[in-house]
C-alpha cells in the first residue's frame, strides 16, 4: 500500500527566514510525487509534479527536489501570504489515483 | 471556466438520515474523484471514475456509502444511513485526459462539510 509521511505537522516561521517542509513516500513503482497548497475553507491546489530523483521545480518563493525516499519542498524569504497546509502526494504507474499526505501547516508571522 | 462545483457547501444532519452530495466537473475533464478529508487521517480517495466509469473504489468504507456518475457533468455521493462518524469535509476534483494520468493535475471544489449529530 502506497504510503505518504509529512513532516512537520506545523510550522511557524517569521517572515523572510527560509525553511523546508519533508515528504517521505513508499510507493510500488513512483509515476510522480506531486505537491499541493490548500488553504483554509479551500480545495488544494496544484503546485508542482516531479517524476525522477535529482529532479528540482520552482515557483516563486517555493522549490520541490526529489529523492529515492523523500522529497522537500524550499521556502526561501516566506511572505505571509504562503501560510498554508501543503500536501505532498504520490501516483503509482498503471494508477491514476493520488495518495496524499496530512500535510504540513505553514504559518508566516509578519 | 467556472472550475468544479460542489453542493450543497455546508450539511448538519442527524444520525440515520440519507445524505446525497453533488458534483459538477470541469467540462472537457474525463475523471472524477471522491475524497474525504478529515484531520486524523488528511485526504483519503473514496472513489474515481475514467469516462464516467467507476475504476477504483476500495476507499469507500462501507455499504453505506454509494457513488454514480450518470453523465460527464455530474455525479453523486450518497451516505445512507449517516453516521457521526462520517463527519468530515468531501472534496471533489476532476482531471482532464492529459493531466491527472500524465501530470496528477487535479482540480478540486471548495468541498461539502457534513456534519453528522
Same mark, same amino acid.
Given at each position: 500500500e502506497d504510503q505518504v509521511t509529512q513532516s512537520p505537522e506545523a510550522l511557524r516561521l517569521q517572515e523572510g527566514e527560509s525553511s523546508s517542509l519533508n515528504c517521505s513516500y513508499t510507493v510500488s513503482g513512483l509515476r510522480g510525487l506531486f505537491w499541493y497548497r490548500q488553504d483554509p475553507g479551500k480545495g488544494p491546489e496544484f503546485l508542482f509534479t516531479l517524476y525522477s530523483a535529482g529532479e528540482e521545480k520552482e515557483k516563486e518563493r517555493l522549490k520541490a527536489t526529489l529523492t529515492k525516499k523523500e522529497s522537500f519542498l524550499h521556502i526561501t524569504a516566506?511572505?505571509?501570504?504562503?501560510?498554508a497546509t501543503y500536501l505532498c502526494a504520490v501516483q503509482a504507474f498503471g494508477n491514476e489515483k493520488l495518495t496524499f499526505g496530512t500535510g504540513t501547516r505553514l504559518t508566516i508571522i509578519p | 471556466d467556472a472550475g468544479v462545483i460542489q453542493s450543497p457547501r455546508h450539511e448538519v444532519t442527524e444520525m440515520g438520515q440519507e445524505v446525497t452530495l453533488r458534483c459538477k466537473p470541469i467540462s472537457g475533464h474525463n475523471s472524477l474523484f471522491w475524497y474525504r478529508q478529515t484531520m486524523m487521517r488528511g485526504l483519503e480517495l473514496l472513489i474515481y471514475f475514467n469516462n464516467n466509469v467507476p475504476? +477504483? +473504489?476500495?476507499?469507500?468504507?462501507? *455499504?453505506r456509502f454509494s457513488a454514480k456518475m450518470p453523465n460527464a457533468s455530474f455525479s453523486t455521493l450518497k451516505i445512507q444511513?449517516?453516521?457521526?462518524? *462520517?463527519s468530515a469535509v468531501y472534496f471533489c476534483a476532476s482531471s482532464s485526459p492529459q493531466g491527472g494520468?500524465?501530470?496528477?493535475e487535479l482540480f478540486f471544489g471548495e468541498g461539502s462539510r457534513l456534519t453528522v449529530l
Open positions: 516566506p511572505k505571509p501570504e504562503d501560510s | 475504476i +477504483d +473504489d476500495s476507499g469507500m468504507p462501507e *455499504d444511513p449517516s453516521e457521526p462518524r *462520517d494520468a500524465n501530470t496528477g
